[in-house]
């Protein structure tokens, strides 16, 4: 259980510094579709990864939203 619990802590601090260099990488910010996109993650990883940076204060809302392939408004993250 032990080993199991450290792969996947590794895993998330991967995934998550993936999802900032994104974020930090973006010209003006980041929808999570296009976080998706560029990173190549699956949204169910893609997503919980995001809302930790949040969390961390690493990232915040920008306050712009943008519209997504399906034609819907997401909100842009930057990088703080």
């Known amino acids: 259980e032990a080993a199991a619990r450290a792969i996947e802590g590794s895993s998330s601090v991967r995934s998550r510094a993936r999802v900032?260099?994104?974020i930090r990488e973006s010209v003006?910010?980041?929808t999570d579709e296009a976080g998706i996109r560029v990173t190549g993650m699956?949204?169910?990883t893609y997503r919980p990864r995001r809302i930790e940076l949040?969390?961390?204060q690493q990232i915040e809302k920008s306050g712009r939203k943008r519209l997504t392939r399906s034609g819907r408004l997401a909100e842009v993250y930057v990088a703080r």
């Open 20 to 22: 900032l260099a994104a």
């Open 28 to 30: 003006d910010g980041c």
């Open 42 to 44: 699956d949204g169910s």
């Open 54 to 56: 949040e969390e961390a």
